[in-house]
Every structure is written in C-alpha cells, then in structure tokens.
C-alpha cells in the first residue's frame, strides 16, 4: 500500500490542527497510489494529531474505476477505528462491489478530529 498525506490550508492558509471545543481538526488529502485488499492505514502522525476520535470522509476523486461513495473507514465490530493513533480507508471498485487491489485509487478528502 502506498499513500501521501497532503493537509489542507484553511482560509488563514494555516495547515496545522485547528481547535474545535475540546479537539482538534484537520482536513487532507490522501493519495492512495497503490491500494491493497487490506485498505489503507493512515497514522494520526502524519496528520499531525496524537490521537483519532472521528474521521468523516468530505469528497473523492473519481479515478480508475472507483466511485466516490465506494470509501469507507474500516471499524471493528466494536465499532472502534484501526487503533487509537490510526484508521483504515477501503475503497471498491463501482462495477463489482469488490475490492480494488493494486490500482490507483486517487485522492479521499477527509476530515479528522482527535487531540495533538
């Protein structure tokens, strides 16, 4: 699996966390340049968080075969994310359903919530 972490500036063109109540946000970019069948594990480091509490997925590029609403963030059946410091993102193929291993999958834009 191969990936870049690009954060996003905000309207201060700041890219670092901002606060929001208790936590922190950030928004990025991710390029998933070569996907695996077991996803993508994204650090809070190179977001530069700490932590993870909440991941919302914003956008998508349409790229190699892949819809936007094919991405998910992968949890556990208890609900939890990959760990406390990272979360997993899993893409399908719009045709089959199935997962596209091997393929670029292009750019997820995200929003991530956690502590520094």
């Known amino acids: 699996m191969t990936h870049t972490v690009t954060l ?22 991710i390029e998933i340049t070569s996907y695996t069948e077991d996803g993508e594990v994204i650090s809070a480091s190179s977001l530069g968080l700490s932590t993870i509490n909440a991941v919302m997925i914003t956008g998508a590029e ?8 094919r991405f998910v963030v992968e949890l556990s059946t208890a609900g939890a994310y990959e760990s406390a410091s990272s979360f997993s993102l899993v893409g399908t193929t719009a045709s089959s359903g199935a997962e596209s291993a091997n393929s670029d999958l292009g750019f997820i834009r995200v929003r991530v919530y956690g502590n520094l």
Do not use: C, I, M, W
């Open 8 to 29: 996003l500036a905000d309207h201060k063109g700041q890219t670092r966390p901002r606060v929001s109540g208790d936590e922190y946000f950030v928004d990025a970019n």
């Open 62 to 69: 349409t790229a190699s075969g892949v819809a936007a609403e």
